[in-house]
Every structure is written in structure tokens, then in C-alpha cells.
């Protein structure tokens, strides 16, 4: 999205929602009580809150375990993140332990353990029980209730909570839903074959509404609504309407937005790119807590899939965005800008993006990259900018032009921790106007506190680079000199496929970027509970994939 400045009023925004524990009194060094919280689970994931009081000395660690309710073995999940208390663009955050469980089963009861461990006194248990949020559906039994073009506006403004509305073909005019649903009976609008909206469907301050199976020329507009969900449609998006897709510019609250085709009118070309190019609209864009964006097709838009930035971002927490298919976004392919914490970006496919995934900035953390594999990034792969703190790289993939992994802000990149990603870059370009570097495999010169370390790195030019202070040439003295000291280089043969350099103005089809058996990052990486969980042979592969593994499923599903 645009790039603007917060105004003052940002600061008071986020405190309203995470207070400050400004304090004049001395800190002890025990860790004092607090309350731990689960807010807003999805479907698959489950944020962790533990607000710090004491500790003075942040010597305190938090594991985490996690079973089904009931059941007898406990499994591991990566601790919570220690995030001190911040501030960036205004907006400042409280010291907390945060984290997430991911990969559960949806509509399921789980336990939580939390154990937090201080030397100096204070440790604690804590035993969270949690549900995922089951995948919406329609009322069992739901009555049907038909419409034509003529009759649309009559049957909606009957219609009831459970109740199904389905369009039969034809050509349907712009319109609003002005109806509530309730937990368990939304109210459903569904498409069938022929049926088409012409302009945007506007869902204003709703609750418990589906759409299913649309075809819209136009927009959808779900501006404050909670638990809208949208499903198996197509959004074709249109430039008087400002070439958005799916949006809401009101916090919101747990959308299920899943299995949908976003097209937008942004061109791929030169002229396009960056965040002034001549590009236009959002094709998923949310902002508020709990929202799920799955399993999407989305191409041709300025930024892929979206969060609110600067004083129109609220309460940016829980959010999964995972098994997308993102094409041709001439700025950000993934935005999680203004993310508060547990922002998950996983499993993912980018194509021809300017920027791959963006943190600009991440508000403490942590914010989640996994598992994310991008192919053609004209500019940079990840962009934590404007003072970002807490964003967490782990097990992806990027191959593209320029330097491997580089990050050019003038403002400290701070806390960020890397672990099992694989970068590869080659002879570098201006593009957009934004050079993209000289093909180094790492150039960060702004880190502070970073915990980086098990990344593949591979570059057609010298093996030379940047770590904050740090000047390297070659691999041992990267290994050497910085916390990178289980590195990996490698080149494009690390691939079971053949992949070839990008050329960053040509549209790419997507790439299979598997790694080949017996390549330098097969058995590489370092063992992450939670996310390298049932890993093959000695230790983790390097990289978004483990080798031999089957492809995943990306975009749409059957």
C-alpha cells in the first residue's frame, strides 16, 4: 500500500488495546504473576499472551506443550518469544511472552501448557484450555430461498439467520446485505452457473454472513462485519472501483476467507513496480483480529494480500495467511505491515513480486514467516522496515535476481530470527526504481540483537556480504564472524527440478523448488518443534520443502 506517515493519534490506538506497564517503583528480578491468554484462536493456530511483570534482569523462559483435551501425550511447540516493551511509528507495546501453537485441527478442545522458568524466582504453570475455531458452514437444514436479478433485493430484505439465498443466472446490480446472521445460521449467499455481480457487494457492520460460489465484477466490502466468511468465489477486480478485491477498511474479526480467485488490473512491468508505480488495489486486505485467508488465488494487484498500515491498522493480531497463491503483485506480495503480534504468513507460493513479504513495521512480534517459497522477487525478498522488531524467518525459500537476502533500511531491524531459510540471488538491477543489490548472499547492515543462524545462502557472484557491522568473504568467515555459524552455501543444482535465474520483468510460471536428494541443505537444518514436526532422515532440510517430499497444495482446493 501507500507509504504514509502515522499522525499521533497511532500511539493511542494500540494502547488502548495492549496498556503500557509504565511504572515508577524498582523492578524486581523474580518474575511477578500474571495472567496468560489465548485471544482470538482460528481455525488451525492459537495465540499465546503472557504479559512480564518483574524480571528485571529478562532471564525468564516460557516452554511450551500442547494436546488435544483429554488426551495422554504432550507435544512441543517453540517457546513463547521474549519481546520487551517498544516502540515504532507511533505505536508502542508492552513487555509480554508471545507465541503460537500452529497446525491443529479445526472445531477441536486443546490444552496448553505454559511453564515459565526464572532463575531468580517466579516460575509458574499455567494450563490454557482452548478451541479452534470450527471452518464455517451453513445450518444444517438451512431453508432455501431463490433469486433473480428482479427479486434480489425483496428475498434479502426477508431473509433470516440460517436462511440460504441462491442466485440463479443473470445479471445482478451492485448491492448491500442488511441482514444478521447468528452463531451456527449465517446467512448465506450462495451463486450458481450464469449467475454475475456487476459492481461491489457491501457488508457493513454485519455479523455471521457467507458468501459462496459468486462471480463478481467488481468488489466485496465487508467494512466492520465479524465472522464474514467468503468462499469459492471469483472476484474479478475493476479500476473504478478502485482495483480492490475482497476488503474491509474497518476492524473486523474473524473472516474465513478461503478458496477464492482474486484478479486484479495491475499489469506486471517495470513501470508498475514499488510502492509508486503505477499499479492499483488490494486483493485481500483486513485489518482487526482472527482472520484466516487460505488457500487464495490472487494476481494482478498492487499488494497481494494485505493488512491495514499506520493509523487505519486496529487490533492486527491472530491472523493466518496460509496456502495462498500469490502472482504478480507489483509491490508487496504478503503485507503483514503493523502486525501486533502472531501474524502468520505459512505455506505460501509467490510469483513475480516486487516484494516478497513485508513487515513494515512488525510492533513487537512475533510476527511468522514459514515455510513460504517465492520465486522472481524484483526488490527485496523480506522488508522489515520503519523500525520493525520481532519478525521470525523460519524454513523458506527465495530465489530471485540481486542480492540473496538483503534489507536496505536506514532504521534498525530488530530481534529478527532466521533459522532453515534458503536464499538465492544473482547479478543485481534497478527495477521500479529500487536496486536490488550486487548479487551478495547476505547484505543487512542494521541488525540489532539478531538471532540468525542453520540459512542457506547462494549467489552467481563472490560469496562477500554484510551481517550489521560485520564484512565477510566466503563462507567460513561468515560462519566465523556472525551467529550464522551452521550456514550453507549453495547454488540453483540445490534443486530437484531445474530452476533457472529469474529475469525479474518476465512473468514466471511457478517453480517447483523441492530440493534435490543429497543437496547441501538436505539434512542442513535445525530441528524447530512445532514446524519441522515429522522431518525425514538425520535432521531438518533447509528450505520450504523437505525432499521427496509430495508438493503442496496451493491456492484453490477442490
Request: glycine share 12%; net charge positive.
Amino acid at each position: 500500500m501507500r507509504r504514509l506517515r502515522a499522525p499521533a493519534i497511532a500511539a493511542t490506538v494500540l494502547c488502548a488495546v495492549l496498556p503500557a506497564l509504565a511504572t515508577s517503583a524498582p523492578v524486581p528480578r523474580a518474575s511477578l504473576p500474571t495472567r496468560a491468554t489465548a485471544p482470538f484462536p482460528t481455525t488451525t493456530a492459537v495465540t499465546l499472551l503472557w504479559p512480564v511483570r518483574g524480571d528485571r534482569d529478562r532471564d525468564a523462559r516460557v516452554g511450551v506443550e500442547y494436546r488435544r483435551s483429554g488426551a495422554g501425550t504432550w507435544s512441543r511447540a517453540m517457546p513463547l518469544r521474549r519481546t520487551p516493551g517498544g516502540e515504532a511509528e507511533g505505536f508502542r507495546w508492552p513487555e509480554r511472552h508471545a507465541g503460537s501453537v500452529m497446525g491443529l485441527t479445526p472445531g477441536t478442545r486443546y490444552e496448553i501448557r505454559l511453564r515459565l522458568r526464572d532463575p531468580d524466582g517466579g516460575s509458574r504453570t499455567r494450563v490454557l484450555r482452548v478451541r479452534t475455531r470450527p471452518i464455517p458452514a451453513p445450518m444444517a437444514g438451512a431453508p432455501g430461498r431463490p433469486a433473480t436479478p428482479a427479486t434480489l433485493r425483496a428475498v434479502l430484505g426477508a431473509a433470516r439467520p440460517g436462511d440460504i439465498v441462491t442466485l440463479g443466472p443473470g445479471r445482478y446490480a451492485a448491492f448491500t446485505v442488511d441482514v444478521n446472521g447468528t452463531p451456527g445460521r449465517p446467512v448465506v449467499i450462495r451463486g450458481t452457473d450464469g449467475a454475475v455481480v456487476e459492481g461491489e457487494i457491501g457488508i457493513f457492520e454485519r455479523r455471521w454472513v457467507t458468501l459462496d460460489r459468486l462471480a463478481v465484477e467488481g468488489r466485496v466490502r465487508f467494512n466492520g462485519t465479524d465472522h464474514f466468511t467468503m468462499t469459492r468465489s471469483t472476484v474479478t477486480a475493476r479500476r473504478d472501483l478502485e482495483g480492490h478485491g475482497i476488503i474491509t477498511n474497518l476492524r473486523a474479526a474473524n473472516a474465513y476467507i478461503a478458496d477464492n480467485t482474486v484478479l486484479g488490473t495491475t499489469a506486471w512491468t517495470d513501470a508498475a513496480l514499488g510502492a509508486e508505480g503505477a499499479n492499483l488495489g488490494e486483493g485481500i486486505l483486513v485489518t482487526g483480529p482472527g482472520h484466516v485467508i487460505e488457500h487464495n488465488l490472487v494476481r494482478g494487484f498492487r499488494d497481494g494480500i494485505s493488512l491495514l498500515e499506520d493509523d487505519a491498522a486496529r487490533d492486527q493480531f491472530s491472523i493466518d495467511i496460509a496456502g495462498n497463491d500469490i502472482r504478480e503483485a507489483a509491490d508487496d506480495g504478503v503485507e503483514a505491515d503493523f502486525c501486533v503480534h502472531n501474524c502468520r504468513v505459512t505455506g505460501n507460493r509467490l510469483t513475480d513480486t516486487f516484494v516478497a513479504m513485508s513487515s513494515q513495521p512488525g510492533l513487537g512480534g512475533p510476527t511468522y514467516f514459514i515455510r513460504n517459497s517465492a520465486y522472481n522477487v524484483a526488490h527485496v525478498a523480506f522488508k522489515p522496515y520503519r523500525g520493525s522488531s520481532g519478525d521470525v524467518l523460519l524454513n523458506n525459500t527465495v530465489v530471485k535476481a540481486g542480492d540473496a537476502l538483503g534489507v536496505y533500511s536506514a532504521e534498525p531491524v530488530t530481534r529478527l530470527l532466521t533459522r532453515n531459510n534458503l536464499f538465492i540471488g544473482g547479478p543485481g538491477g534497478t527495477f521500479g526504481g529500487y536496486g536490488n543489490g550486487s548479487g551478495r548472499p547476505l547484505d543487512i547492515r542494521t541488525l540489532v540483537r539478531p538471532d540468525m543462524d542453520f540459512d542457506a545462502f547462494g549467489t552467481s557472484e563472490a560469496f562477500t556480504g554484510v551481517f550489521g557491522a560485520v564484512r565477510f568473504d566466503g563462507l567460513a568467515q561468515l560462519r566465523s564472524r556472525t551467529t550464522e555459524r551452521h550456514a550453507v552455501q549453495v547454488d540453483l543444482g540445490a534443486f530437484a527440478a531445474p530452476v533457472t535465474a529469474p529475469s525479474p520483468l518476465i512473468r514466471h510460471t511457478p517453480q517447483d523448488l523441492r530440493p534435490a536428494p543429497g543437496a547441501a541443505v538436505v539434512d542442513a537444518g535445525v530441528v524447530i518443534p512445532n514446524i519441522t514436526d515429522g522431518f525425514a532422515g538425520t535432521r531438518p532440510d533447509i528450505g520450504a520443502h523437505e525432499a521427496g517430499a509430495p508438493p503442496p497444495a496451493y491456492g484453490p482446493r477442490p
